[in-house]
Antibody, heavy 123, light 113 residues
Framework: QLQLQESGPGLVKPSETLSLTCTVS??????????WGWIRQPPGKGLEWIGS???????YYNPSLKSRVTISVDTSKNQFSLKLSSVTAADTAVYYC???????????????WGQGTLVTVSS | DIVMTQSPDSLAVSLGERATINCKSS????????????LAWYQQKPGQPPKLLIYWASTRESGVPDRFSGSGSGTDFTLTISSLQAEDVAVYYCQQYYSTRVTFGQGTRLEIK
C-alpha cells in the first residue's frame, strides 16, 4: 500500500526558505498515472494547493505562490521536494504531500495523503 | 481561478439522520468531451489528513461506506450522508480539478446534534 511521508524542519525563520521532502514507499514515483502534489493548511483553516510535479519534472504551480515555489523530483530516491522562499508568518501551516491521479488532459484528485508536517515561521 | 463555495459552513445533524453539504463552483466543471464533472469530495477528521471520498462528482472511492453519495453537475454539487454515524464527525471539502490550478472549498464542519 502506497505511503507518503513528509520530512523537514519544523521551524523556519522569516525571510528564509522552507524546504520539505516527501518520501514515497510502496510504489514508484515514476508511474505514468500520477502527479505528486503539495498542499498546505494553516492552523484552523482550509486547504490550499501549492503545486504538483510529474516524474518527468513537468510542474503546475498555484499562481499565488508561483514566484516563491520550486517543486522538484528525484526518481532515484522515490522522493519529491518543496522549496518556498521568503517565508513569512502567513506561511505557517501543516504541509501535506499527496499522490494526484493523472488522466488526460490534467491531474485530478489527491489520494493518498501523507500525515502532514507542521512548519512554523518564527524568529 | 475557479472559486469553490461550500454551504453551510457548519452543520449539526442527529445520529441516523441525513446530512447534506453543498458545493458551488464559479464556473462549470463539466468537461464536455467526456461528460464528466471534475469534482472530488474529502473528509478530514481532527489531527488527520484529508481522505478521498468521491471523485468524478459521484464515484465513491473503494472502501467508502455507501451511506456517502455525491451528486450534481455543472456548477452545483451535493455530498449526502444518508444516515449519520458518530464517526462521520469531520470537516468536508470539495475540490475541482477542471482547471490545472486545483482549488478547494472552504470546508463544512459536520457535528452531531
Amino acid at each position: 500500500q502506497l505511503q507518503l511521508q513528509e520530512s523537514g524542519p519544523g521551524l523556519v525563520k522569516p525571510s528564509e526558505t522552507l524546504s520539505l521532502t516527501c518520501t514515497v514507499s510502496g510504489g514508484s514515483i515514476s508511474s505514468s498515472s500520477y502527479y505528486w502534489g503539495w498542499i498546505r493548511q494553516p492552523p484552523g483553516k482550509g486547504l490550499e494547493w501549492i503545486g504538483s510535479i510529474y516524474y518527468s519534472g513537468s510542474t503546475y504551480y498555484n499562481p499565488s505562490l508561483k514566484s516563491r515555489v520550486t517543486i522538484s523530483v528525484d526518481t532515484s530516491k522515490n522522493q519529491f521536494s518543496l522549496k518556498l522562499s521568503s517565508v513569512t508568518a502567513a506561511d505557517t501551516a501543516v504541509y501535506y504531500c499527496a499522490r494526484q491521479r493523472y488522466q488526460l488532459p490534467q491531474p485530478n484528485w489527491f489520494d493518498p495523503w501523507g500525515q502532514g508536517t507542521l512548519v512554523t515561521v518564527s524568529s | 481561478d475557479i472559486v469553490m463555495t461550500q454551504s453551510p459552513d457548519s452543520l449539526a445533524v442527529s445520529l441516523g439522520e441525513r446530512a447534506t453539504i453543498n458545493c458551488k463552483s464559479s464556473q462549470s466543471v463539466l468537461y464536455s468531451s467526456n461528460n464528466k464533472n471534475y469534482l472530488a469530495w474529502y473528509q478530514q477528521k481532527p489531527g488527520q489528513p484529508p481522505k478521498l471520498l468521491i471523485y468524478w462528482a459521484s464515484t465513491r472511492e473503494s472502501g467508502v461506506p455507501d451511506r456517502f453519495s455525491g451528486s450534481g453537475s455543472g456548477t452545483d454539487f451535493t455530498l449526502t450522508i444518508s444516515s449519520l454515524q458518530a464517526e462521520d464527525v469531520a470537516v468536508y471539502y470539495c475540490q475541482q480539478y477542471y482547471s490545472t490550478r486545483v482549488t478547494f472549498g472552504q470546508g463544512t464542519r459536520l457535528e452531531i446534534k
